[in-house]
Each structure stands twice: as C-alpha cells, then as structure tokens.
C-alpha cells in the first residue's frame, strides 16, 4: 500500500503567489500599449519626452495658443463688386447700369416699377432727334404689344417683339450674343441701350424686359457682373403716352388700342400665343425665372 506524502500547508502567500500574473519581459523602451498594462521599474527603460519648447517659452506664449480667425481672401473683381453694390445702394450716388460699371447714359425718372428703370416719352424723343449721339452709339426700341395693336401705330423704328421666343432668337442667340459682344467693344465709351415699352408699359413691356435681363444673368453666371446688355430701360406710360405728346414720331401716327372692340378675336389669338411659352431652346435651362426685384439681380 502506497503511502502519501503529507501536503504542506498553504499559506497566504503561497495561495496568492499561484495566482500571480508573470512578470512581462525586459524591453529597452515602453511601447503606449505596455505602459498602460504596467509600469516601469525602472526609468530609464521609459525614457521621459523632451519638450519641445523650453518653459519658459511655452509660458510666455500661452497667451497666443489659439490661432486667429481666417478671413476669406477677396479677389479684386470681389472688391469691385461689393463697391458697386454700395454705391448702388446709396442714394447720394447716381444710378449704375446692370455691369455695376457706369452710370446711366439717359436721364431716369420715377415710374411704377422699382426694379426697373424709366424713362419718359421726352426723353425718347430726344433720343430719335439725336440729342443724345455723344453718349448713344446704338438703341432698338421693342415695342411688346400685339401685332394688331402695332400695325395700328407705333414709334418710328420700333420692332414688334411680344414673344419670348421672339426675345431670345433677337438678343441671345449664339449668333446674336457673339454680335452684341463685338458692338461693345467697338462702341468705346459710347452705349448700346434697349427700350422696352407696351401700351401702358405696366405688364407686357416690364415682363419682357425682365425675361431679358434674368436669362442675360443667366447666361453669365460665371463672369458676373458682366452682361450682353447692361442698359436696359422702360418708357414709363408706354405707347399711349407717347402718341399723345409725340404723334409726329409715330407710324403710323394713330394709336390702336390692345381692347379694341374690332379686334377681339385677335386679341384672344395673341394674348394665348405669348403665354404658351415653355423654355425650349434655352439650352439646358428650365423655364422657370426668379422675378428677383433686388438691385444685385438687376
């Protein structure tokens, strides 16, 4: 019969020795992961950071620890903008055309459309006698009542544009714009301008001049504020006013109005041609316009 040799008693210190985690190995240095498990016995195998500055540096910049604010960087073409824009926005300062780069070469007036600018049948008559030929290299006058209302008289040298179709094929062309640019340029200080006006130029005449005006923003999205047509303007009263002060400059000269009973079935044929608009043609472009009536559109 084997006999067993007799156990020796456990001690606290025997029991907790069997549950003792080993010792991890000697390293020459503490890797971020061993220094959290353990800590060094001895310090030169965890050797302390030099600073990067001294103390006394770091003390005295402690103030300027936070980087300024950044500012965005303005452009010249920026700063010229935002001139402009002040200038525009301040009443002491005379009126800028659409390109922020000039004033208006006719004498405005106050009309019933604050966003666009008029100017009176007087003017517009100045401007058939050439009193303005040192200032105007060119002008087209875009009458945008109806056909039937046109043929029954309208300023000399108008044309009748009541369409947006029709606004688009005479100004925004291809062809048109590439023409529109080299006038410009070749006109010097002088001016290149469009008059628009309707009977009483209170619905038909604003609405085409502002289709010109937004789809020119449009088409120069990338070089504002640069536009094909910077001076627009609008004969305040439109044609029926204009007949009445001014029948010698009218061809002919007799004034037929849009309600005209005669004319009522042309009036209907007309009036559902120039809303059947539905932006075709513009390129990619929607339809859609904002009819923004801030001075940075316009």
């Not at 006999?3 to 069997?18: F, L, Y």
């Not at 290149?192 to 502002?210: A, D, L, Q, T, V």
């Amino acid at each position: 019969m084997m006999m067993r040799r007799p156990s020796q008693p456990k001690t606290p210190e025997t029991a907790r020795d069997c549950f003792k985690r080993p010792d991890p190995p000697a390293s020459t240095s503490c890797s971020p992961i061993q220094s959290k498990r353990h800590r060094c016995v001895e310090k030169e195998n965890c050797p302390t950071p030099t600073p990067a500055h001294p103390t006394s540096t770091i003390s005295s910049t402690s103030a300027s620890t936070h980087a300024p604010p950044l500012r965005k960087c303005m452009s010249l073409n920026d700063a010229e903008i935002m001139s402009a824009l002040a200038r525009s926005e301040n009443r002491n300062e005379p009126e800028l055309i659409g390109d922020f780069s000039k004033t208006y070469a006719l004498p405005l007036m106050e009309g019933r459309h604050r966003d666009l600018k008029s100017i009176s049948s007087d003017t517009v008559a100045r401007l058939l006698r050439g009193e303005f030929d040192q200032q105007v290299a060119s002008y087209r006058i875009i009458d945008c009542r109806y056909p039937y209302e046109f043929e029954g008289g309208h300023i000399k040298g108008a044309k009748n544009l009541y369409t947006h179709e029709q606004i688009l094929e005479e100004f925004l062309s291809a062809q048109q714009t590439e023409l529109q640019q080299q006038q410009n340029a070749d006109a010097g200080n002088k001016r290149n301008i469009i008059i628009f006006h309707c009977e009483f130029s209170s619905e038909r005449g604003p609405k085409m001049s502002r289709f010109l005006r937004n789809l020119d923003r449009e088409r120069n999205t990338n070089a504002y504020p640069a536009l094909h047509y910077p001076e627009i303007y609008l004969l305040h009263n439109g044609y029926k006013e204009f007949y009445e002060t001014q029948a010698e400059m009218c061809l002919p000269s007799a004034y037929r109005p849009m309600l005209e009973p005669a004319y009522n079935e042309a009036y209907r044929h007309f009036c559902a041609k120039s809303k059947s608009w539905n932006g075709d043609g513009l390129g990619g472009t929607t339809g859609r316009f904002k009819k923004s009536r801030s001075r940075l559109m316009l």
